[in-house]
Structures are given as C-alpha cells and as structure tokens.
C-alpha cells in the first residue's frame, strides 16, 4: 500500500493535481506509475530519483502507447534544464547503453527497434541514468526502476 501511494505522489507531483485527477490512473507501484490520458495516450510515468527543489522543473521519464499503434513504447526524458543544441544523450540501463534524440529539455528514443531493446534491458535491470551535456554543465538523471516493468505493461494494455 505504501508503494501504491508513492507512486500515486510522483504522478501527482509530476503532472500536478488538476492534471492527475482529468487521467486514470493504471498502477502504481514503487517508484513507476500508469496513466491514461484522455485522448487515447497511456503511459508509464517516474521522476528522477533526485526530487527537484521548489519552483524548478522536475526530471521525469515516460514510456507513451497510443491506441491508434503510432507510439508503442515511445520514451520521453524530460531534463530540468535544456540539452546543449546538437548534443546527443546516451541511457545506461545495465550494461547496456543506448544514444538517444535531443531538443531543447528533452530526450527521445530513436524508434520502435530501440524501444524493445530498452524495455527488454530494463526489465533486466534496477536503475537506469541518462546523461547529457546541458546547458550549464553536465545533466546524469537517475531512474530506479522497481515498479517500471509492471507500469509499461499496464500502460501497453490500456492502449492496445
């Protein structure tokens, strides 16, 4: 229960109350979250281990399905501050590591192929840490992934 309810604090802290309550919420469990959003998107959803101080944007991934099959498994990073332009980020997961697209504060994956290949890695693994040359020195966001495999699969079949 107390996972549960700190999963349900990191949707909430991380898309704010009013946001959290127009979606439905999945699972939550450790430190991951599923959600659906109106419209047809679902996702599972975590923070940056370290929480972001007061008035300073939170770092925070998800993995997005959408009904219509355009994104199975889309990862999104969301940074606290921007991505050097032209800079590229790599995700560790394990030992594994993958080169992700950047613009502006965010990262994604390259497609549907690196997709699997994340999710597979992560369900293999504990943590993962994506990393950037930021605007202002160096971005290492770090993800704890108990919960995560679970969320993904959630969010995968509410939008199948």
Not at 97 to 113: C, I, K, Q
């Amino acid at each position: 229960m107390k996972a549960a309810a700190a999963a349900l604090a990191v949707v909430i802290g991380l898309l704010g109350a009013e946001a959290a309550a127009a979606q439905r919420l999945l699972h939550a469990g450790a430190f991951w979250a599923a959600v659906e959003r109106p419209g047809g998107t679902c996702e599972a959803v975590s923070r940056s281990e370290v929480v972001a101080a007061p008035g300073r944007p939170q770092a925070r991934a998800t993995f997005a399905f959408t009904r219509d099959g355009k994104r199975r498994g889309e990862l999104h990073f969301i940074f606290a501050r921007p991505v050097r332009p032209g800079a590229a980020a790599v995700l560790t997961v394990g030992a594994e590591s993958f080169l992700l697209v950047t613009r502006g504060t965010s990262a994604w994956s390259r497609g549907p192929a690196q997709e699997a290949a994340i999710i597979a890695a992560i369900r293999r693994s504990a943590e993962m840490r994506v990393r950037a040359r930021g605007q202002g020195g160096r971005i290492s966001d770090r993800y704890l992934l108990r919960g995560a495999p679970t969320a993904i699969d959630a969010a995968a079949l509410a939008c199948a």
